[in-house]
């Protein structure tokens, strides 16, 4: 930030003061706590998680706190924080088939293996508002299923054994780590997919829904949805194995896509994938219809011009935190900028009238 003021200094500390009272709010009512943000505005802190790149639930909660709950300058605080932390290792890749599962429901085949759970949800909510919530009160008893605990199975292997869908390739190079390297064009899949992991969920759903609607042709089924809890592996040197250092949860969604084939392929089903921190299935459906939008040219269909198609657009574009940044510099002082435009705006003028009053 510059100042080109005598005082500008001081204004700025004042304006810090005032954001501080400003985010208390009125003192007759009791303070939000961290706690309360992060059990009771669980999916606002999986957002933050998700597109901060940090899983921490209680950093996610102060990070919301300290912005006034505008969660893009809360992803902000969480990726400049992120910066600080010294990296100790890489774990291995997560097992989601055997995910604790919360909530796993598929739109493609009603009895599916290990059952459809449909979990804490809005699906099936009427969208009206529940003025109990006012009050201050104890929660409903509610009787739910335990998670599904045992190994559960994607119902994209179902497909798989029919060789009804296109085979994934071996992923056996480590990709490369898009929070340490710059983001360069073309990118392999596995540099989209962090691409759009962290992308603002609003951008990633138009481009989604655009997809939906024609831009694309990319008619999509959601062939499973899970959310749930998943152990997370880290390889010891010193013991020569790997260990468990924790649990995260993860919401996964893979989307099933025709295909008439091409040159190349056979027809077949394709698929779109999406993962992302917590509870964040409008986000993980985006994702997985972007990513499928994005596969045109290795699957060698035609380039419709489609915004979801074009690579560049998309992974340039998503990224809130660089967005951010770019549109707010503007509102800060362009003085000598605007002068001189002001100067060169006043001479096209002087010399238009000059021409038109020879003309006459």
Not at 40 to 68: F, P, T, W
Not at 102 to 116: L, M, W, Y
Not at 256 to 282: D, I
Request: charge should be negative; glycine fraction near 8%; include cysteine.
């Amino acid at each position: 930030m510059y100042v080109a003021v005598k005082g500008g200094e001081a204004a700025i500390d004042n304006a810090h003061a005032w954001l501080a009272e400003e985010r208390r709010g009125d003192p007759g009512t009791a303070e939000l706590s961290v706690a309360q943000i992060r059990e009771q505005l669980a999916l606002a802190v999986n957002r933050v998680m998700a597109e901060g790149s940090l899983y921490d639930a209680d950093l996610a909660a102060l990070a919301i706190k300290q912005a006034r709950g505008d969660l893009i300058e809360a992803i902000f605080l969480i990726r400049a924080y992120r910066t600080t932390l010294p990296r100790f290792g890489g774990s291995k890749p997560v097992e989601t088939d055997k995910m604790a599962c919360d909530r796993r429901v598929s739109a493609t085949f009603k009895d599916a293996p290990g059952g459809q759970v449909l979990g804490p949800t809005f699906d099936y909510t009427h969208r009206l508002l529940d003025f109990k919530l006012m009050a201050d009160g104890a929660v409903p008893d509610a009787t739910h299923a335990d998670a599904l605990a045992q190994d559960t199975p994607h119902i994209m292997g179902f497909l798989d054994r029919e060789d009804l869908i296109q085979p994934e390739p071996a992923g056996d190079d480590t990709p490369p780590d898009l929070t340490r390297t710059p983001l360069e064009l073309p990118a392999d899949r596995a540099l989209r997919l962090q691409s759009l992991t962290r992308a603002d969920e609003g951008f990633i759903l138009g481009m989604a829904y655009s997809t939906q609607r024609g831009y694309a042709r990319n008619h999509a089924f959601v062939a499973e949805l899970r959310i749930g809890t998943v152990a997370v592996e880290m390889d010891i040197p010193e013991l020569g194995f790997a260990i468990e250092i924790g649990e995260i949860t993860l919401t996964e969604c893979e989307t099933v896509n025709q295909f008439k084939g091409s040159k190349t392929e056979p027809p077949q089903f394709t698929r779109g994938y999406g993962l992302v921190f917590g509870m964040t299935e409008r986000k993980a459906i985006s994702m997985a219809l972007v990513d499928r939008a994005l596969r045109w040219k290795e699957l060698g269909e035609d380039d419709l011009g489609a915004p979801a198609q074009d690579e560049e657009f998309v992974l340039y574009h998503a990224d809130n935190i660089q967005a951010t940044g770019f549109l707010e510099h503007i509102k800060l002082p362009h003085y000598v900028d605007f002068q001189s435009e002001l100067e060169l705006i006043r001479k096209l003028r002087r010399e238009a009238q000059s021409t038109h009053e020879a003309a006459e």
